[in-house]
């Protein structure tokens, strides 16, 4: 019933700003306040990502991240853009719109406690990084070499879950994706497509990288085992 409450009183918070902005609005037109009209999708954001917070008493609510974080995100770039009047900015700044899902992904798994939630936010940001450095460096073709980053945001997502829930099964899907990764890695270091750009660089980092994780892993999984072989004893 408290939380109930709480929520009402966001809601309607919200539903009180919004009116309040667009009474403002429509009263001072003559000084160009509509400009601000965004602010309205802004505060429906911040109205949705309120309540995720909520997750911690009552984790269904950490849910409201997934659509909160990405208004927010589409909230602040239409401000930017109606201010200024740089409506190109969406050329640019969309690939935000990916990484702003990831976000709330990412937010829901901690506050919903559901580990299951880190796949997805594993795969949509690192998709969302790869589509914003294209977008920027206009270098489309990196999806070449870049590809191995798929089945490695799989990999490290299945990680979070094993470590979260000590699922083994879990982890070995993991690693063996990762593993996969590497392999993908290790492919197309020796594609000299770019050898003329910094991406030569790219594909050597993602290699230690992804040794990192496997030894970090690795590490991991040992830890695990005193608890895993006093609970065996116990049993």
Excluded: H, Y
């Excluded at 609005?25 to 601000?36: E, S």
């Excluded at 299945?158 to 996969?180: D, E, F, H, P």
């Excluded at 750009?197 to 695990?224: E, Y």
């Amino acid at each position: 019933m408290k939380v109930e409450r709480s929520l009402s009183l966001i809601f309607g918070i919200a539903l009180v700003a919004i009116g309040a902005l667009s009474l403002l609005g429509n009263t001072l037109l003559a000084v160009q306040a509509w400009r601000t009209w965004p602010l309205t999708v802004i505060i429906a954001g911040i109205a949705l990502t309120i309540p995720g917070f909520l997750g911690l008493k009552s984790r269904g609510f950490g849910s409201f991240f997934i659509p909160g974080i990405p208004l927010l995100t589409t909230g602040g770039i239409l401000l930017f853009a109606s201010l200024f009047e740089r409506w190109s900015i969406w050329e640019l700044a969309w690939p935000l719109e990916v990484l702003g899902l990831a976000a709330g992904f990412a937010l829901a798994a901690i506050f919903m406690r559901v580990a299951g939630l880190a796949v997805p936010a594993m795969i949509i940001g690192i998709n969302g990084l790869i589509l914003a450095f294209c977008n920027l460096t206009g270098l489309w073709e990196a999806w070449a070499v870049l590809w191995p980053l798929e089945p490695l945001a799989v990999g490290l997502g299945l990680l979070i879950v094993g470590v979260a829930n000590r699922s083994s099964g879990a982890k070995v899907a993991g690693l063996i994706l990762t593993g996969i990764a590497g392999a993908g890695f290790f492919v197309a270091s020796f594609i000299s497509v770019f050898n003329g750009t910094f991406l030569r660089f790219a594909v050597p980092g993602m290699l230690i990288l992804t040794g990192a994780i496997l030894v970090s892993a690795q590490w991991l999984k040992r830890a695990d085992r005193p608890s895993e072989e006093v609970a065996d004893a116990v049993g």
